[in-house]
């Protein structure tokens, strides 16, 4: 008796879903984000961008936007012309729907208030492979009035990838989904992509934990000044470097 050979090779229908679920899909990525820019953001009051040829067109770029909303993400996403993989806290990630989704869409779990070794690694991996990385380095949303410190953990990623930092601003998602609300007003969101720059270019101390603040410095008031140029005013927090 002979028996069909069965091939371990995966079909294109499976190599579609595989992609999906590892959040590797393209043809995924721009349906939820076409979706989002018309189904959402378009009966919201809309979203535009600025500062688009700032964005390399390939290799390794660390995406550094204030946070102010839930609906960050998604608006960076929408205004990006590069594919985004980005942290996300682990809680997120223990709803049966909306986890699966977000993990479809290249999101990985981060561990908030703790080292969080694995998903420090992961990032340095998607680095060296050339992705572009969304990372919040405020660490948690803010009021819309004041840029928070910048993260330790930014600074480390950028000095060891040498990957370059793209501060973002972003005016108007804190309107349209303020903190503690799904329901706020129509409001056109714009987001506004500064110029890149790397560690090395603003840590010129001797002393690393001088150039840590030098780095941290600079991101922050880069990114409040993409947001004031375009219609929200930030003030900066300062103090020592947040954990």
């Known amino acids: ?3 069909e050979k069965v091939s371990s090779r995966t079909t294109p229908r499976q190599t579609d879903i595989l992609q999906v679920m590892n959040g590797k899909n393209p043809t995924w990525y721009a349906f939820i984000r076409w979706t989002m820019k ?3 953001f378009g009966t919201h009051g809309g979203i535009g961008w600025v500062g688009r040829e700032n964005i390399p067109a390939q290799g390794p770029i660390l995406v550094a936007p ?4 839930h609906l960050d993400p998604p608006a960076v996403a929408v205004g990006s012309t590069r594919r985004l993989r980005f942290m996300a806290k682990e809680e997120l990630f223990k709803h049966p729907i909306f986890g699966r989704l977000i993990a479809s869409l290249g999101a ?4 908030r208030g ?3 070794t694995e998903s420090i690694r992961r990032t340095i991996a998607l680095l060296e492979e050339g992705e572009a990385v969304l990372i919040f380095p405020e660490g948690t949303r803010g009021d819309g009035k004041v840029i928070q410190e910048m993260s330790r953990g930014v ?5 060891k990838t040498k990957a370059p930092v793209l501060p973002v601003g972003i005016v108007g998602t804190n309107r349209v989904m303020p903190v503690g ?5 129509k409001f056109k969101v714009v987001i506004v992509f500064g110029k890149p720059f790397t560690y ?4 010129t101390d001797s002393s690393e934990k001088v150039n840590r603040e030098l780095f941290a410095k600079a991101l922050q008031s880069r990114i409040a000044d993409l947001c004031r140029a375009n219609g929200m005013p930030l003030e900066l927090q300062h103090g020592a470097d947040a954990d």
């Open 200 to 203: 090395e270019e603003v840590a």
């Open 108 to 111: 990985y779990p981060v561990k």
């Open 66 to 69: 204030v946070h102010i909303s």
């Open 1 to 3: 008796m002979q028996f």
């Open 114 to 116: 703790e080292g969080d």
């Open 155 to 159: 600074a480390m990623l950028a000095k």
């Open 181 to 185: 609300s799904f329901k706020g007003e």
């Open 38 to 40: 018309t189904a959402y």
